[in-house]
């Protein structure tokens, strides 16, 4: 950014148009909307002006970047999905082998700036109160637990840090009793209708 402003006026006017009518078109895409064609065309037209120079700085061959550890900020994620290089976020633990959740490549249906993803295939992820265990209402803040294969066995020669991180619990209709690993993150989220996780806040680790 800080080299588009010692570009001339009239080309950071057409990178700020570029990037005005591809946040546009990529809201159209999150939401699941159909892009109008002249939107489209445009964002076609700026990606071969604009957008395809600044990704020829970082080398020309770099078509989507995993994000993980930290949450990206919302500016980041928009920028770099405005110019075609998609992040895709994902959380895990080392005790998780180590993902949890990841974002698909396709902005809308498996992926949402700011979301962490969905559950990988074989996981099942909830929501739950720390103290009871019991799932929150969407939108609740509560501890991510996760149940799987890819969760570890337990920490070797700690049964009391074991008693600490899992439990059994039921959370369908099935009857089975699944064994749950707490990963310490109380956040406040909403699990959307489609399976994305979206952590809103951390509020603390448990």
């Not at 999150?30 to 964002?43: A, K, Y």
């Not at 920028?79 to 809308?108: C, H, K, R, W």
Request: proline content about 4%; hydrophobic content about 35%.
């Amino acid at each position: 950014m800080k080299n588009i402003a010692k570009e001339s006026p009239l080309k950071q006017k057409l990178f700020h148009t570029a990037l005005a009518n591809a946040r546009k078109r990529n809201t159209y895409r999150e939401n699941g909307q159909s892009v109008p064609f002249l939107t489209e065309w445009t964002h076609g037209l700026f990606d071969k002006l604009v957008f395809s120079k600044i990704r020829a700085k970082l080398g020309g061959n770099l078509q989507c970047m995993a994000s993980g550890g930290a949450a990206a900020s919302k500016p980041v994620l928009e920028f770099f999905e405005d110019i075609n290089i998609p992040i895709m976020e994902g959380y895990g633990l080392t005790e998780t082998a180590p993902i949890i959740t990841v974002g698909g490549y396709e902005l809308g249906s498996s992926r949402r700036l700011g979301c962490v993803g969905m559950a990988l295939p074989h996981q099942e992820v909830r929501i739950v109160c720390p103290d009871t265990n019991k799932e929150m209402p969407l939108g609740e803040d509560g501890e991510i637990c996760v149940s799987g294969p890819n969760v570890m066995i337990g920490y070797r020669n700690n049964q009391k840090a074991n008693e600490e991180v899992f439990f059994h619990q039921c959370y369908d209709n099935s009857g089975v009793m699944k064994r749950f690993f707490r990963t310490g993150k109380h956040v406040m989220c909403q699990i959307l209708i489609h399976g994305l996780i979206y952590t809103l806040q951390v509020i603390k680790d448990v």
